[in-house]
């Protein structure tokens, strides 16, 4: 199995009904350069209802927030891998 990329999503408060998170995603193509922890975007989801939906959801505005999808799916500079890695 082979690791493509890796994102982490921090509780960061909230209550028990609407959570906030720091969401990070990491640069890298394979478990070797991930490890690294080098952040490659950052973002912030707040008030999600973490009881009401499936965390899933919660992916998917993590990837709205760091700029992956949505209206802002634009590729960028940092996004770039040289042709040597």
Not at 8 to 35: A, H, S
Request: with cysteine; charged share 30%; net charge positive.
């Amino acid at each position: 199995m082979t690791e493509l990329a890796r994102m982490r999503i921090c509780n960061v408060g909230g209550d028990k009904d609407l959570g906030d998170y720091d969401v990070e995603t990491l640069r890298g193509r394979c478990r070797e350069q991930l490890d690294q922890g080098v952040r490659q975007r950052a973002g912030k989801v707040r008030a999600y209802p973490r009881l009401r939906i499936h965390v899933w959801h919660l992916v998917a505005r993590a990837l709205i927030a760091t700029g992956y999808a949505g209206t802002r799916e634009l590729e960028q500079p940092s996004d770039m891998f040289e042709a040597a890695e």
